[in-house]
């Protein structure tokens, strides 16, 4: 009699039966609600309206609905075989181990060095506020607090994740009702722009939509964490396809929305978009008191959040590689229904980058940063090329677990293939970008071939 699971390499399902469900369905919630909200959207906005103008809301859009595609795709797969390892499993269950291999590790490496940039930054914040203190002691600090919570338990995590995506939701739905009232003019003390900065729309052309459309696209990083944490909450199954269905509207309300009010309210060619950050200049030509202020505030809470889940997600993308022999069997060791060797990994190669950006700040981290520049993209076109291949056997053999499914399939997982390759060449064609393209593509094939040739070992013992 026919099975009716779906088939599945060695040791590839089920990699994380030693981790408890210690995530409540509100941690779940708030980590893909917050998820959507990083330093990225707070400051590095601004590069992109300086280039794009307020055609920027066309580029998040566009990026937007990429994105969309791609959490609808990893959402249909992590619905059907939730894994602390998330897209690396399926891409080994759908592809191959050397897929998996390169996947996560590659995944691992990005989360890693941003764990480090992202301490960086909250030290810079916080030495301005206290001058004279050394930056390096406040990255260590906040290292110490994140790695000490994610040794602890993983309803730690949750719950520092649920205060700070709360406090970040809070911060931007704010900002949108102040904008939107300011738009409409009837925030008191304020008059309505109107149309006034919207007439240049396209004010670099083609080439500046270019700029912007890239700077998009990387601004969406964070997405990913809620399908590798639902492995571990209370409800895997529903709690993925509860996230993935809101993520059209979060992702239309946060990015694409705040885009649109801070290119109404603020002229696209100010210096202050760049120099203090989109929403810093918003607000203060909205006259609110403190604003810079209170958005360093906010920017701090993001980055301390991204910290905390890039470490959470790297240790799991490590302890699941490991589980299914991908890695040191040290970094696999649980205790207490954590990975904790796999979490120290983590954040002391995320301090060893802290280290080099002082050490070697103009050859060995920049290209670190290179390197890392457009992994991202290469996890997307894992996760479309697994979800093509993993659709059908599911369709076939265990029709039960698709509870999310990818909407017009195979089309638009196709569309959205089509849509990475254009990044790639558009990546191709900016100096600024084609370094990175160059430097992740050869990370990511190094790390292709060593995960074939350790394929091709395992298969002959």
């Known amino acids: 009699m026919p099975s009716t699971t779906v088939e599945t390499p060695p040791q590839t399902a089920d990699d994380d039966v030693s981790l408890p469900h210690g995530l409540k369905q509100r941690h779940l919630s708030m980590i893909a609600l917050g998820g959507v909200i990083g330093a990225g959207l707070f400051v590095g906005s601004g590069a992109g309206i300086a280039a794009a103008g307020p055609s920027i809301v066309v580029a998040y859009a566009i ?269 696999g060791k649980v205790s207490s229904g954590v990975p904790r060797v796999a979490v120290l990994a983590s954040s002391v190669f995320g301090f060893v980058c802290v280290v080099l950006s002082y050490w070697r700040p103009n050859d060995v981290f920049p290209w670190l940063l290179n390197m890392i520049g457009a992994v991202i993209l290469v996890v997307w076109i894992f996760i479309a090329v697994s979800q093509l291949r993993l659709r059908r056997k599911v369709e076939r053999e265990a029709p039960e677990k698709l509870v999310v499914r990818m909407w017009a399939f195979p089309v638009l997982t196709w569309v959205a293939l089509a849509g990475m390759v254009a990044i790639f060449v558009l990546m191709a064609r900016e100096p600024d970008t084609r370094v990175q393209l160059y430097s992740t593509g050869g990370m990511t094939l190094f790390l292709a071939v060593v995960g074939y040739a350790w394929q091709k070992a395992r298969a002959r013992h």
């Open 63 to 331: 990026s937007g609905l990429l994105v969309m595609l791609v959490m609808r795709m990893l959402g249909e797969m992590s619905a059907a075989y939730p894994s602390s390892g998330s897209f690396s499993a399926h891409a080994e269950r759908a592809i191959g181990p050397w897929a998996g291999f390169t996947a996560g590790w590659s995944f691992w490496v990005l989360l890693c060095t941003a764990v480090g940039l992202e301490g960086i930054g909250a030290a810079k914040i916080v030495t301005g506020w206290l001058p004279g203190t050394p930056d390096w002691a406040w990255v260590a600090l906040f290292m110490v607090v994140f790695c000490v919570a994610n040794l602890a338990a993983v309803k730690n995590f949750g719950e520092f994740e649920f205060w700070f995506a709360a406090l970040k939701v809070g911060a931007i739905s704010l900002f949108l009702m102040l904008g939107v009232l300011a738009i409409a003019g009837v925030l008191p003390g304020t008059d309505s722009p109107g149309t006034s900065h919207l007439t240049d729309f396209l004010p670099n052309g083609s080439e500046g939509l270019v700029i912007g459309l890239l700077a998009s696209v990387f601004a969406y990083g964070g997405l990913e964490t809620v399908t590798i944490a639902a492995a571990e909450s209370e409800n895997p199954v529903q709690g993925v396809a509860r996230a993935v269905r809101t993520a059209m509207w979060r992702i239309a309300l946060f990015y694409i929305g705040s885009m649109a009010v801070v290119v109404t309210l603020v002229p696209w060619d100010s210096k202050e978009v760049v120099e203090k950050g989109p929403y810093v200049a918003a607000l203060d030509q909205l006259g609110i008191p403190g604003a810079a202020q209170l958005m360093d505030v906010v920017i701090l809470v993001a980055l301390l959040s991204a910290m905390n889940a890039n470490i959470y997600g790297a240790s799991r993308i490590a302890y699941s590689l490991v589980e299914r022999g991908q890695g040191p069997k040290t970094l």
